[in-house]
């Protein structure tokens, strides 16, 4: 059973950059999707970017791309998102997950992803 953990949340001032960490465990060979998503206060837990771990591509939300980056070491033992030029309205709870294995559509609402980390809090003041 895969186990994700994440670090690496904080406050931050506007403008600033952060890199949250997911160390990932339970690993299967066949997990293909990982993901970052994000809840902001009040709102719906929304995807901010996924990486394939069969090509090694990512995919993001058209409001992340070019502020956010998803990636992971060699291993894909740990999946990592740096965001730059961090603005206000993406103070969110940040939470990693990963499909089932199997499942290569990794650009998928919530629902369709199985495994949780318990989230990091990521709050920007401006």
């Known amino acids: 059973q895969v186990q994700l953990v994440e670090s690496g949340g904080g406050s931050v001032q506007a403008g600033g950059s952060l890199r949250l960490s997911c160390a990932v465990s339970g690993y299967s060979t066949e997990t293909y999707c990982l993901a970052w998503f994000r809840q902001p206060p009040g709102k719906r837990r929304e995807a901010v970017g996924t990486f394939n771990t069969a090509d090694r591509r990512a995919s993001y939300d058209v409001t992340a791309k070019g502020r956010f980056t998803v990636s992971t070491d060699n291993g894909n033992n740990t999946l990592y998102l740096q965001i730059n030029r961090l603005q206000p309205e993406d103070t969110a709870v940040y939470f990693c997950?990963?499909?089932?294995?199997?499942?290569?559509?990794?650009?998928?609402?919530?629902?369709?992803?199985?495994?949780w980390g318990q989230g990091t809090q990521v709050t920007v003041s401006s």
């Open positions: 997950a990963a499909r089932s294995p199997g499942y290569t559509a990794c650009w998928a609402p919530p629902s369709r992803y199985t495994y």
